[in-house]
């Protein structure tokens, strides 16, 4: 993941990525919470949320405004967009975070993987300044242990 420092006059957001159940549940879930570049696209802040989860970003992914029934979202962001494929939605690599995330306390649902299906509520918690040489993203906060991303390996899958 690539890491930067932010620009001057840029402020930083506070993301929290919780992993969730399809149906919008997170009791008892794992979440990390990051700080990011408020210019730095959806598609950073997926990488970014992929790496504190220590999943691998190998499959396609969006963000949507309804968390239970995203395929019912009027709000939407996709990486399929950007790779040329058919979608209703924007992209992901040309939006910014703090045009997505406009207001405190704003959630989408963060799908990765269509395939596994693996869903992450992210909370715009708040806006900070920046810290001195640092360079972002930053995990700031980590809760519960991230479950494997493709389960557990047989003997028969082992090479």
Same mark, same amino acid.
Request: net charge negative; glycine share 6%; proline share 4%.
């Given at each position: 993941?690539?890491?930067?420092?932010?620009?001057?006059?840029?402020?930083? #957001?506070? /993301?929290?990525? /919780?992993?969730?159940?399809?149906?919008?549940?997170?009791? =008892?879930? *794992?979440?990390?919470? +990051?700080?990011?570049?408020?210019?730095?696209?959806?598609?950073?802040?997926?990488?970014?949320?992929?790496?504190?989860?220590?999943? @691998?970003?190998?499959?396609?992914? =969006?963000?949507?405004?309804? /968390?239970?029934?995203?395929?019912?979202?009027?709000? =939407? #962001?996709? +990486?399929?967009?950007?790779?040329?494929?058919?979608?209703?939605?924007?992209?992901?690599?040309?939006?910014?975070?703090?045009?997505?995330? @406009?207001? /405190?306390?704003?959630?989408?649902?963060?799908?990765?993987?269509?395939?596994?299906?693996?869903?992450?509520?992210?909370?715009?918690?708040?806006?900070?300044?920046?810290?001195? @040489?640092?360079?972002? *993203? +930053?995990?700031?906060?980590?809760?519960?242990?991230?479950? *494997?991303?493709? =389960?557990?390996? !047989?003997?028969? !899958?082992? *090479?």
């Amino acid at each position: 993941m690539k890491k930067r420092k932010v620009k001057q006059s840029e402020k930083t #957001y506070l /993301i929290k990525a /919780i992993l969730s159940d399809w149906h919008g549940h997170v009791r =008892g879930m *794992p979440y990390r919470t +990051l700080t990011i570049p408020e210019g730095s696209t959806l598609y950073s802040l997926a990488e970014a949320i992929v790496d504190s989860f220590d999943f @691998d970003f190998d499959h396609a992914f =969006g963000f949507y405004d309804n /968390i239970k029934r995203w395929t019912e979202s009027r709000e =939407g #962001y996709e +990486l399929f967009t950007d790779i040329g494929e058919d979608s209703e939605f924007k992209s992901v690599k040309r939006t910014k975070i703090n045009k997505v995330f @406009d207001k /405190i306390k704003k959630k989408m649902l963060f799908l990765f993987d269509y395939g596994d299906e693996w869903h992450f509520i992210v909370e715009f918690k708040g806006v900070e300044s920046p810290k001195e @040489d640092a360079k972002y *993203p +930053l995990i700031v906060k980590s809760v519960g242990e991230a479950p *494997p991303q493709y =389960g557990e390996m !047989d003997e028969e !899958d082992e *090479p």
